[in-house]
């Protein structure tokens, strides 16, 4: 066999085999999105009524107050949490992601604010690893299938660090990049400020309550002040769970995409490299041939002159 | 007579939702029993405590552990919010009453919520502590 063709038989056999663990990755992803999408969506109820209770309490009490409802504009530094995913394959999920957040911090940098990363996500810790710059805290290990308690660990960090005061390090904002969900085919990394609140209802509401305007006055058991100490730290909990599962979402949903286009150009690829392969097999065939027909030829003429 | 509409949800599930006569909560003041045409409230539950409903369907009562949450009441639903919350039925009795003699061993802060929270859950499963 011709050197030629061997080492594009050999390309041929590579790339099968690579075709094939895109292919099952691409298959590992499609079968994950399904659930992913199943708990974004038992995560709603909670999410719903929760935004409701809280806006309910926010407009009864106009005068409450609340550290966690407070604007700090003293404060000079701004926590940024970024929802990366643990592993790479997924096309431009993580650079998406990183990209958002570099013009976020960018921007609080020219407001005169110092921006403080914390990171969900070993491809962002990577990233950050890399450059050597410097972040606050990381959580990794359960990109693609988060449980609450991620979720509550996340959230009473970064709580407590709004909490704290000025002096000591406390952050006056908290933003979070994600990656929302849309659709299977639209995902897009998104800046949403989760501190001080910013209480996003009146789309969540009910019809009814809607077209009622006012919602009912509510009695506090034992006291608004305690209903609100208590309510708070729940939702950013509940918030930063719901963008945990939308991140996850996304990026199964990205990885598919990325592994069906891996696979569909290693196809192409084979089908390219086949006709080169079927190329240089015809070739040395007629060589061959031309060979032999010329040997023959030789042969003939030789043995013709000597009689 | 106008009927509560229930739903007990944990951040991540539904856990139960339907009609029910009343709802049982305990808050930090002692419990509450909600009955149909309650006024608006908002209450913060105790951590470990166990939330009783009474289906209209004359069905048993659903009792539930749940650790921390708070409920709101407003045009006869019932919104129970626990961060987290386990059906009576779905808990395993034998696991629950080890644990609860595990914590009641320890001494300390946390060891007194956990044993809260274990008590809760073997009362949610009709046993008595």
Redesign the interface.
């Known amino acids: 066999m011709g050197a030629q063709l061997r080492v594009v038989r050999r390309r041929i056999a590579s790339t099968k085999s690579m075709a094939k663990i895109t292919r099952a990755q691409e298959l590992i992803a499609s079968s994950r999105i399904v659930k992913a999408q199943q708990?974004v969506r038992?995560?709603g109820?909670?999410?719903r009524?929760?935004t409701?209770?809280i806006s309910?309490?926010v407009s009864h009490n106009v005068g409450v107050s609340h550290p966690l409802l407070a604007e700090r504009p003293e404060s000079k530094r701004a926590a940024v949490l970024l929802i990366t995913s643990d592993r790479g394959f997924a096309g431009g999920y993580n650079a998406n992601v990183i990209r958002e957040a570099e013009g976020l911090m960018t921007l609080l940098r020219e407001q005169g604010k110092e921006p403080v990363p914390y990171i969900v996500g070993r491809k962002g810790v990577g990233w950050y690893r890399f450059r050597e710059r410097e972040y606050a805290e990381e959580w990794t290990g359960f990109s693609d299938n988060p449980r609450?308690e991620n979720?509550?660990t996340i959230g009473r960090t970064l709580v407590e660090e709004f909490g704290k005061p000025v002096e000591e390090g406390g952050v006056g904002e908290i933003h979070v990049v994600y990656t929302e969900f849309v659709s299977m085919l639209t995902q897009t990394a998104q800046v949403h400020r989760l501190l001080p609140l910013e209480i996003e209802e009146a789309e969540d509401l009910p019809e009814e309550q809607r077209s009622h305007g006012a919602?009912?006055?509510?009695?506090?058991?034992?006291s608004a002040q305690?209903?609100l100490d208590?309510?708070l730290p729940?939702y950013i909990?509940?918030r930063i769970?719901h963008m945990l599962l939308q991140a996850a979402a996304s990026e199964h949903a990205q990885r598919r995409r990325a592994m069906k286009s891996a696979t569909d150009n290693a196809n192409d690829v084979i089908q390219n490299l086949t006709r080169v392969a079927n190329q240089a097999r015809q070739a040395e065939i007629t060589q061959e041939i031309s060979e032999i027909v010329g040997g023959a030829n030789a042969l003939a003429e030789t043995s013709a002159g000597s009689e | 007579m106008a009927k509560l509409r229930v739903?007990l949800?944990?951040?991540?599930?539904?856990i139960w939702a339907g009609e029910a006569d009343m709802v049982v909560a305990k808050?930090?003041?002692g419990e509450?029993g909600i009955l149909p045409g309650h006024?608006?409230?908002?209450?913060?539950m105790v951590d470990g405590s166990v939330v009783r409903i009474h289906p209209s369907d004359g069905g048993d009562p659903v009792a539930a552990m749940v650790s921390?949450?708070?409920f709101?009441v407003?045009?006869n639903e019932v919104?129970v919010?626990a961060?987290?919350a386990e059906l009576g039925g779905e808990i395993d009795v034998r696991a629950a009453r080890e644990e609860y003699e595990r914590v009641s061993a320890q001494e300390g802060e946390e060891a007194a919520a956990a044993q809260r929270r274990a008590r809760a859950r073997l009362r949610a499963a009709g046993q008595e502590v």
């Open positions: 708990r038992e995560s109820p909670y999410a009524q929760i409701r209770a309910a309490l609450f979720a509550e919602l009912p006055a509510y009695d506090f058991e034992p305690a209903v208590a309510l729940n909990e509940s769970w | 739903e949800v944990s951040p991540e599930r539904e808050t930090i003041e509450m006024a608006p409230v908002l209450g913060v921390g949450g708070f709101s407003a045009s919104s919010l961060e987290y």
